[in-house]
């Protein structure tokens, strides 16, 4: 279980740069040409990286490829959906609980067992 909480710790740290890297642009650099918001993504995204492989390298001795996949995906909703609404502003959607949903359901599927 400790290998479990330890990774998803992990991977919800490197959502977070992940998901600034992917989208911020879009609000912060929104009036600067694409390549600006390409370097300073990829500088974001770096830090992403160095937390992401030791996670999943550390998942991967516990978990199966398969559940470490459905983990990752739950980690990057619950990391979204807070970062749409409160950084992007973007209107809270009962399509997020439906993909809440979904992901539940594909955790079952992937634990079960």
């Not at 550390?58 to 609404?85: D, N, R, W």
């Amino acid at each position: 279980m400790r290998v479990i909480l330890t990774t998803a710790g992990l991977l919800t740290c490197s959502n977070v740069f992940m998901t600034f890297a992917w989208y911020a642009h879009l609000r912060d650099l929104r009036n600067k040409a694409w390549y600006v918001a390409a370097i300073v993504s990829w500088s974001i995204a770096l830090f992403e990286y160095l937390i992401q492989v030791p996670a999943n390298r550390t998942g991967y001795s516990t978990l199966s490829l398969s559940q470490l996949k459905i983990l990752q995906e739950v980690i990057t909703l619950g990391v979204f959906v807070p970062f749409a609404v409160l950084y992007m502003k973007q209107p809270m959607k009962l399509d997020f609980l439906w993909a809440g949903f979904c992901l539940l359901g594909a955790v079952y599927f992937m634990f079960r067992g």
